[in-house]
């Protein structure tokens, strides 16, 4: 017998029915049906220092397992300020800082807790799958601005005049995601600046998504609450997933001054109530005294996207290169692939390997179309692994 009971139409709400699996879930699901190599969801293959993770066994073995404070551990709070003080010359307490369930969460109540329905987001395209739907959940409008493309270099950037264009009297924040998943690319000064000036003309506040801001090979992270007139106006948001290495901790944190704070934590609060609490002292150990890992962690890393990259130039792909996260783009037309959604939904089973098409971080996929999202954060040996099937399949 059949209990599933049967409905006559979709009884979602029509904003969210659109979100329905992620494209990291679909394509992950078709690297397991073919057993294919995981390149697609971007994800470590190792978990981050032993310090950190005997830490937090002891924590919950020694009973440490009963709702965290509201805000977060002291200690995670004031590791994190400590650590973007020493690293971009802040000067934040624990008191501008409210640990998240992961950056995802810290998005979703920074959208929720800022922005009225109705009111209008900016995203840079191409834009991770999260804010759109953080946007739709808030029932405000998405407004989506392309980024500038250099396809010589393969630099992303902002670009002034169409953020400037696409500013209306509904807008009341920007979303902005630096380093940038999928391209890899970190944004330059000048597009940096004038995101500050126009967030600042218009009055509108920043969400800015750091998550990637250890993870960089050519260049450093400039956090943008670091430039004039733009800490009042931005939540900077990061996590220990891509830092240390623990993307299934769902431990992240955003950090705003504190009245901006409390419209996130207002939110937050009956989004998740608060996050997990072993693991926090766990990685504030770790923000403490294992940066040296984290600088070894992010050298292995650059190694690995140059063997990916130079595996995929030698099969003949269009490879740009990546100054930072865990992505590289690949142009799928240089093997004669005219679609980049159809090239990723066959590769598991013609090349027993996953990857993400760019198109899906798109409204507009016309200038993605063939772009394709390979991620190195994988092991040597999966990485060499990758490369032979790779190679069979396309060489
Ligand atoms: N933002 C971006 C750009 C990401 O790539 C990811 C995935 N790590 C997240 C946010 C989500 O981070 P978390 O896993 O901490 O929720
Ligand atoms: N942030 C990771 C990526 O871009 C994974 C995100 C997810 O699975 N939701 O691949």
Redesign the pocket.
């Known amino acids: 017998m059949n209990d599933t009971p049967t409905f006559s139409h979709d009884p979602g709400i029509a904003r969210m029915v659109p979100f329905n699996e992620s494209i990291f879930d679909t394509m992950t699901a078709a690297a397991a049906r073919y057993d294919a190599i995981n390149l697609g969801q971007?994800y470590p293959d190792h978990s981050g220092p032993e310090s950190m993770l005997r830490i937090a066994c002891e924590h919950i073995t020694a009973g440490d397992n009963q709702y965290a404070p509201p805000r977060g551990v002291a200690e995670l709070r004031e590791a994190i300020a400590k650590e973007r003080n020493e690293r971009y010359g802040m000067a934040l307490t624990a008191d501008n800082v409210l640990v998240t369930v992961?950056?995802?969460e810290a998005?979703a109540a920074s959208v929720m807790g800022l922005v009225e329905p109705g009111q209008e987001v900016i995203v840079f395209e191409p834009y991770?799958d999260?804010y759109a739907a953080s946007i739709a959940l808030a029932d405000a409008t998405r407004v989506a601005v392309p980024l500038s493309f250099d396809s010589e270099t393969g630099h992303w950037d902002i670009d002034a005049e169409a953020l400037a264009a696409a500013v209306t009297d509904k807008t009341v924040a920007i979303i902005v995601?630096n380093p940038h998943?999928p391209s890899g690319s970190v944004f330059s000064a000048s597009g940096l600046s004038a995101l500050a000036e126009i967030s600042i003309a218009n009055d509108l506040w920043v969400i800015a998504?750091e998550?990637y801001e250890h993870l960089i090979f050519d260049g450093h992270h400039t956090p943008i609450a670091t430039l004039p007139g733009m800490r009042e106006r931005t939540i900077s948001i990061s996590?220990a997933?891509?830092t240390l290495c623990v993307?299934g901790w769902?431990t992240?944190w955003a950090i705003a001054e504190p009245p901006l704070l409390n419209a996130v934590a207002r939110a937050k609060q009956y989004l998740s109530f608060v996050g997990t609490t072993p693991t926090q002292p766990a990685i504030a150990y770790a923000l403490n005294n294992e940066q040296d890992w984290i600088a070894d962690m992010v050298r292995g890393l650059e190694e690995r996207k140059d063997h990916l990259r130079a595996v995929l130039s030698e099969i003949g792909f269009k490879v740009y290169d990546s100054q930072g996260t865990y992505f590289l783009l690949v142009d799928v037309a240089s093997k004669g692939f005219k679609d980049g959604i159809e090239f990723c939904m066959r590769l598991p089973e013609i090349a027993g390997v996953a990857a993400i098409p760019v198109a899906a971080f798109c409204d507009d996929p016309s200038r993605c179309a063939t772009l394709v999202r390979f991620a190195f954060s994988k092991s040597e040996e999966s990485l060499d692994e990758a490369a032979r099937r790779l190679r069979q399949a396309f060489a």
Do not use: F
Request: charged share 20%; glycine share 18%.
């Open positions: 971007g992961g950056a995802t998005i991770y999260a995601n998943n998504d998550v996590s997933a891509k993307t769902k992240g």
